[in-house]
């Protein structure tokens, strides 16, 4: 088990925490605030909640969260150290001094930094400048894969592609940034969209809700799968980005925008944003609004998943590294998760349909185990579910734990059958039980037929094992 240093639990470093934790990780912590373990034991239980729904598969056994005392205690055992302090320069300079005092030699660095450039952090960083990247992300950082990776031109590319690889390795997404520029990239452009909105504000044109809406119920949705070229290249029709450009383009010429300019804060702005905010969604407190955010995320991710493109297809890969060895116990384990929150009825638990599509994806773990996976499919061979029933024997919600094991109660020739138990948690209630018969079909005739050789006889070993489970 690995271990990462958080230098600052804040919103972002709590999220840190909590992607490192989930993702296995041993995590050591050090803020001088009191109220830190408070803050983000709050972070870790939303985190805990909403990542795993995510993945179809179960996330590796949780890592230790522990708070130090000191900064040297906290990186002293760290691979990767992760500093989230406030944005001071001053402040981030004595935190790197002392961390080149006490973390490996060969610790990475990360700094959240949205606004400074690697160089000049590196400048005053001493013997940690060649290991000390940009590694920003975005809250909450348990949930969205992105973080750009900023390392300037004083850290080698074997320490950047190390980089990347750990960062990958905790399902996010590491976007090589290769040139120095104030805030990067994605905050620049966010920068853009918050000083127009300001002005809009401002000027009366519109409230803080109306541009929220404007934002949610438009142009973010294509964002969200999308992004900004792709999307507008759609817009140009048949002929494409040229023709968008030309069509377009000499907008760009007319006074639409203010983004040179920048509101004065004067108390009246600043009460007007605040008062609209605060009438926006200030009946709900930010313990409230996180929950409503990460589950709009998740249902907003798995869709994306579903068609496996933009970061649905990230999650896609990284939860196949995720997968463990298929399961030898008798009955054999073929499901641990959790139940995510878009497979919720009227009545706020998990739709029966979905209990098939869990039983659906307990019967593909055992083919994996004989061998009928998906080289087998294209091969032109799978099984097809004949029959299947049923029972309905406890509620289960969003966020739950569940695991279904799994028995084959008949293996001969072209028929196999399952039974499959599902359980909250190991130990927990019998939420549901499946009978399931299958039968062994030829791709190309669409008609039953015996399995190959090898998979006949791994069925049929497999069988015999689970006689009398």
């Known amino acids: ?232 290249r759609i817009a140009g029709g048949e002929a494409g980005m040229a023709h968008f450009l030309d069509q377009f383009g000499p907008c760009l010429a007319w006074p639409w925008s203010r983004l040179t300019e920048v509101p004065d804060f004067t108390p009246e702005l600043v009460q007007l944003i605040a008062g609209q905010s605060d009438a926006q969604s200030g009946h709900l407190d930010i313990r409230a609004l996180e929950r409503q955010r990460d589950d709009n995320l998740v249902a907003l991710l798995r869709a994306l998943r579903q068609q496996g493109t933009a970061a649905g297809k990230l999650l896609i890969a990284h939860e196949k590294t995720l997968r463990t060895a298929p399961s030898s116990s008798v009955p054999m384990v073929t499901q641990t998760r959790r139940v995510p929150v878009d497979w919720t009825d009227v009545n706020g638990h998990m739709n029966e349909g979905r209990f098939g599509q869990v039983f659906s994806d307990a019967s593909e773990e055992l083919m994996r185990r004989i061998g009928a996976d998906e080289d087998y499919i294209a091969a032109g061979h799978s099984y097809f579910t004949a029959e299947t029933t049923i029972k309905y024997l406890a509620e289960c919600h969003a966020g739950d734990a569940v695991q279904v094991t799994t028995c084959v109660t008949l293996g001969e020739g072209k028929k196999l059958r399952l039974f499959h138990e599902m359980r909250r948690d190991p130990e927990g209630d019998l939420l549901a039980t499946c009978d399931q018969f299958l039968l062994h079909v030829s791709l190309k005739t669409r008609r039953s037929c015996p399995p190959l050789p090898e998979v006949a006889a791994r069925l049929e070993r497999l069988a015999t094992e689970h006689t009398g489970a």
């Open 1 to 232: 088990m690995r271990t990462a240093a958080i230098i600052g639990g804040g919103v972002i470093g709590g999220g840190w925490a909590a992607r490192f934790a989930l993702m296995g990780w041993r995590v050591r912590v050090y803020d001088p605030d009191p109220e830190a373990a408070r803050k983000i034991g709050a972070v870790m239980e939303g985190a805990a909640r909403a990542l795993p729904m995510l993945y179809d598969v179960a996330l590796p056994p949780r890592g230790e969260i522990r708070f130090c005392e000191t900064l040297a205690e906290a990186v002293a055992e760290a691979d990767w150290v992760q500093e989230s302090v406030p944005e001071r320069i001053d402040l981030k300079t004595r935190v790197f001094a002392e961390i080149g005092v006490h973390a490996r030699p060969d610790a990475l660095i990360g700094t959240s930094t949205s606004g400074f450039k690697p160089s000049e952090l590196q400048d005053n960083a001493g013997a940690i400048a060649p290991r000390l990247m940009v590694a920003h992300p975005f809250n909450p950082v348990y949930l969205l894969p992105l973080v750009e990776l900023v390392p300037g031109s004083n850290v080698a590319p074997d320490i950047v592609e190390k980089a990347k690889t750990i960062l990958t390795g905790i399902g996010m997404y590491p976007l090589h940034v290769r040139a120095e520029i104030d805030a990067h990239i994605a905050d620049r452009l966010l920068e853009s969209v918050w000083r127009e909105a300001l002005w809009l504000v401002k000027d009366g044109i519109a409230t803080t809700e109306e541009i929220d809406n404007s934002i949610r119920y438009g142009f973010g949705l294509r964002w969200a799968q999308m992004g900004l070229f792709e999307t507008y």
